[in-house]
């Protein structure tokens, strides 16, 4: 049954699912959701957020969910090491990002803060840096404390930790953050952005993508 994809080209959530997918193989329908406002999309994810997935009729949604349903149903390649303690640490890796700094930073937040709230843009872009600062930092020490010198975040070969980190990378330049103090993070960015999975996975690889 091949499962279908409700995205769109940019954002975060999305795309750390499509490199899940792409990095497992995975043959996918993209869908894309032109106004997650749609009832029609609501009805299939009262929440309204993308992404959702569909597999024959059961829809789930949560980039983090959909993430655990697709290593229980297609486990090989895994995208989490085998070693328990290993795979908390990609874990918290990326919960560092889906869990902590995407729901503080993502579109919906910010356009609350500009309306009711009045906060203005440059104080929103200040916000936005911020919280990708703290972020960074900790996700920097984190690999520095793992010690290694690996290719990857965790070993030698791509997986959770990675799709949620290159995303947020795209993300981070887009609102000019200083990425200078995060040489750990730029390598293992720039060791993904060269592999298949993450190209096709990119915004700029999408059927919707604006002028593609
Ligand atoms: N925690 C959710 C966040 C999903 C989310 O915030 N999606 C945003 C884009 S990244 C969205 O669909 N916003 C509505 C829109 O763009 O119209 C997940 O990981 O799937």
Not at 16 to 25: A, M, P
Not at 150 to 175: H, I, K, W
């Amino acid at each position: 049954m091949t499962p279908r994809l409700f995205t769109r080209f940019q954002n975060s959530a999305r795309q750390r699912v499509r490199i899940v997918l792409h990095l497992k193989g995975i043959d996918y329908a993209y869908v894309p959701v032109l106004d997650a406002a749609d009832p029609a999309y609501h009805a299939l994810n009262p929440q309204g957020l993308m992404p959702a997935l569909e597999i024959g009729g059961r829809v789930v949604a949560q980039s983090s969910a959909i993430v655990e349903l697709l290593e229980d149903l297609w486990p090989v390649p895994s995208v989490l090491p085998a070693d328990p303690f290993l795979r908390a640490e990609v874990r918290a890796f990326a919960q560092h990002i889906t869990a902590d700094l995407h729901p503080v930073n993502n579109n919906r937040v910010r356009r609350y803060l500009r309306d009711p709230l009045g906060v203005g843009e440059a104080e929103i872009l200040g916000w936005y840096r911020h919280w990708v600062a703290v972020t960074f930092a900790s996700l920097e020490a984190q690999l520095a404390r793992h010690g290694r010198d690996s290719t990857y975040c965790f070993g030698d070969r791509p997986g959770l930790a990675e799709a949620c980190l290159v995303p947020q990378m795209d993300n981070a330049r887009r609102f000019g953050c200083d990425l200078g103090a995060y040489p750990r993070l730029l390598a293992v960015d720039a060791a993904c952005r060269g592999l298949d999975a993450f190209r096709r996975a990119a915004p700029e690889a999408q059927p919707d993508y604006p002028g593609g």
